[in-house]
């Protein structure tokens, strides 16, 4: 059977699933040379659907001397170790003569008459080599190359051996790709690399070091001894070294996310800990290597974050291309952008309105044109956003400027007033989506007809991430429908994947940074699902609950008893199966002095006897006071001799600076300080030990969206361990609170009408969880 003959519309999500064998495509831009390459995955999944391995299509390989190798395909499987496969997508009558690795053709293959298509896959094998080396465990993994001709069959080859000298080559005919003679193939191709079978600890090593959990930025935890810690107390920091030491398991959906490049817009809907800020700064830095030329904007909305989004795109530059490249080489290709910016700080709105020569709003004429009714930053941007399409509209200016952007923080860049949308769109978003060039192609990718179409409805790289629970000012869902209207959206939205099975959405659901029980208390508090007067969000449905890493029992089309329970493997931090004491500690107190007080003996104890210093723990204070909530926690601390750091300011130990030249809006951390912060700067942050103080201002709000979403992210932010605590709660609310925490990582609720429901429509209709 030969490539041709089988069918180009089978589903590959469907095929995949019967087995175990795992595809990643990192990029099709429709290009006349990937037309075998496409064809070899899609007879490889049948194939391979017995056996555990997985492929990627063009895995980005970058060499010590800088130069990007991409194997074709690129097999890790625990018996025949590493495979390289380098295609060839010609027939046997091209093939003019062979001599030794010298392939003549009598007319060229992409402009080149002569190939030596065996020495490219060994060359690429040797570079795989030399970067298992720094992985000891892997170096007795065998390597493989061989060479495919889809349109070459096994008879056509042989007949063919009497008029050429072929060498050695191994090779991999178009009807040689069912399971049995493909293993046979690869079993028969002599090794680059000698070595033996993989156990599951190498094979689960293998896929660590080529995935990006074996690359993920951690940083060491060194234990020091503590004067006041005695024999018999088992310290935070020690748990917390032992976790450190866990290796992260290969996470097929991750990888899809970080190394592919989607041909048109993407979302990405993750839960808190999921790593969304990473992974879209892996797959900036992954764009920028592939195709330096491109123009690429990485947005977000605290600027709190912009050191931790600088470091992690420098991170993974260098990791990507074996130190060769790093952000200060790059920015100029790679923009990382708060959403609004200053005249301090260059923003995406304000990068765009200089591009187009409009001078760019602040806050004063924010308040001026919306006569005071928009106070939120959110609603700032988003009718800076409006006005400036208006006038860029009214002038005929051309918006683009981009090849890609990315939005990290999603949820908190949409707006519910319909005064502030523009053409009935979400202002932000569809400047966004207007500043992007469209996406060359050969062929037509979203299901538009075969003739000229509009302009705003060819593809665009626009790839945001976001999680509904954490939006602190607006219920909107960033769904396709209200980002760009319900016409573009059904157009853009046409089928779950692009070519090759890149995913128009993906859901993620495995939550890396918060341990499960904390997890569940703060789905729990924040939805008010153990709520007196009834739930304030809900999810519709089990699958719902599925995506977020749920199991469901109970029949949710009634209003009786459900059961969410969270498994272990969708709560993979081991904090929670190491200490066997509660990770939540709950107190409440008559007096705000007493709770600082008692806060300022945590943090002390945290220091002296469980070893986490000052930087590994974080102060959020709940509720709308402001700078003067934050005051009172900074005096309490420093009236016990604690360094303490106000998020914002320029320098540690000073209370809120008010004075700009006292402040640094992107500051987060000092080392050896305790950052103290509201919760909308600690968004995006985290730490081994989270206090959260001033719990009676949700209580007093308590039947509040917004207030209860506060409460969500504040408990989300923690790595480890959290101190919970407020002044003279209501009954009910703190009998709601105790209840769930007693409930760990498991909670039995009714269901009852809601205030939100955060079924997001585009689940409903078409997207897709890996």
């Known amino acids: 059977m030969l490539i041709s003959d089988l069918r180009s519309d089978q589903s590959p999500d469907r095929v995949a699933s019967r087995g175990m064998a795992r595809f990643i495509v990192t990029e099709a831009t429709g290009a006349p040379g990937e037309v075998g390459e496409l064809a070899i995955i899609d007879a490889l999944r049948p194939a391979l659907s017995s056996r555990d391995t997985v492929v990627f299509w063009r895995y980005p ?12 395909l690129l097999l890790l499987d625990p018996e025949w170790g590493v495979v390289v496969i380098e295609v060839k997508n010609i027939p046997m009558g091209q093939i003019e003569s062979i001599q030794g690795y010298a392939w003549r053709l009598s007319f060229p293959y992409f402009d080149r008459s002569v190939l030596e298509p065996y020495d490219q896959a060994k060359q690429q094998a040797r570079v795989l080599i030399e970067r298992m080396r720094d992985h000891p465990t892997l170096s007795g993994v065998p390597v493989r190359a061989l060479v495919a001709l889809p349109r070459v069959t096994r008879d056509e080859w042989n007949s063919a051996g009497q008029s050429f000298l072929f060498n050695d080559t191994p090779l991999l005919l178009g009807d040689e790709l069912t399971a049995t003679k493909f293993e046979r193939a690869v079993e028969h191709t002599p090794c680059v690399r000698s070595g033996h079978a993989l156990d599951d600890d190498t094979f689960k090593a293998l896929l660590s070091a080529f995935g990006t959990g074996g690359s993920l930025p951690v940083a060491e935890v060194t234990p020091r001894p503590t004067p006041g810690s005695g024999q018999a107390h088992v310290r935070r920091i020690d748990l917390l070294a032992k976790a450190a030491q866990q290796r992260r398991e290969f996470d097929l959906q991750q990888e899809k996310i970080a190394k592919t490049i989607p041909p048109g817009v993407q979302r990405i809907r993750g839960i808190a800990g999921s790593g969304k800020t990473v992974l879209l700064a892996q797959k900036a830095a992954n764009m920028h290597l592939r195709h330096p030329e491109w123009d690429i904007a990485l947005v977000f909305f605290c600027r709190a974050l912009y050191e931790q989004m600088q470091l992690q795109v420098d991170h993974w530059l260098r990791a990507q291309s074996n130190g060769q490249v790093r952000y200060v080489d790059a920015r100029h290709r790679i923009r990382i952008l708060h959403a609004w910016g200053s005249k301090d700080q260059p923003g995406f709105y304000r990068t765009v309105a200089e591009h187009l020569g409009i001078e760019p709003m602040n806050v004063g004429h924010v308040k001026s044109i919306s006569r005071g009714s928009v106070s939120s930053p959110t609603g700032g941007v988003v009718l800076s956003a409006r006005e400036l399409l208006a006038e860029a509209d009214r002038r005929g200016l051309d918006v683009q400027m981009f090849d890609a952007v990315l ?20 202002a932000f978003y569809w400047l966004a989506y207007r500043s992007l060039r469209p996406v060359p192609q050969e062929e037509p990718l979203l299901g538009e007809p075969a003739e000229p179409v509009e302009e705003l409805k060819r593809p665009r790289r626009l790839i945001w991430a976001y999680d509904e629970a954490q939006s602190l000012d607006n219920l909107t869902i960033p ?3 209200k980002l760009f209207g319900p016409e573009l959206h059904r157009i853009l939205n046409v089928g779950v994947t692009y070519r090759g099975g890149i995913g128009k959405s993906e859901v993620m659901r495995v939550c890396y940074r918060t341990p499960g029980p904390i997890l569940v208390a703060a789905h729990a508090l924040g939805m008010g699902l153990l709520r007196h007067e009834g739930t304030i969000a809900r999810l519709a449905n089990k699958r719902d609950w599925d ?3 749920y199991k469901v029992d109970g029949d949710m089309r009634t209003r009786g008893p459900i059961t969410i329970t969270r498994p272990p493997e969708h709560s993979p931090n081991l904090i929670a199966r190491l200490d066997p004491s509660p990770l939540i500690d709950f107190q409440t107190y008559s007096s705000r002095a007493q709770e600082l007080e008692a806060l300022a003996r945590n943090v002390r104890y945290a220091v002296e006897v469980d070893g986490l210093s000052l930087d590994r723990q974080l102060i959020i204070c709940l509720g709308r006071s402001g700078d003067r909530a934050i005051e009172a926690v900074f005096t309490a601390l420093r009236r016990e001799g604690l360094n303490v750091y106000v998020a914002g300011n320029q320098r540690g130990n000073v209370p809120p600076a008010r004075d700009w030249r006292e402040q640094n809006r992107n500051g987060f951390r000092l080392p050896d300080h305790v950052t103290v912060t509201n919760v909308v700067r600690a968004k995006g942050n985290e730490a081994d030990l989270v206090h959260v103080v001033g719990l009676d201002e949700v209580a007093a709000q308590e039947g509040s969206v917004t207030m209860r ?44 009408t809601a205030k939100r429901n955060l079924t997001d429509q585009d689940d409903e209709d078409d997207a897709v969880s890996a």
């Open 61 to 72: 390989l970058n060499t010590r001397q800088g130069q990007l190798r991409e194997p074709d």
């Open 407 to 426: 939005i990290d923080e999603g949820q908190d860049l949409v707006d519910d007033d319909e005064a502030l949308k523009y053409d009935g769109r979400q």
């Open 479 to 481: 769904e396709g429908g």
């Open 547 to 549: 995506r977020i890493g």
């Open 709 to 752: 979403n506060q409460l969500f992210v504040a408990l989300t932010r923690s790595r480890g361990w959290v101190h919970l605590s407020g002044t003279a709660l209501p009954a009910s609310f703190e009998e709601e609170v105790r209840a769930v925490l007693a409930s760990g990582e498991q909670i039995t609720f009714r269901l009852s």
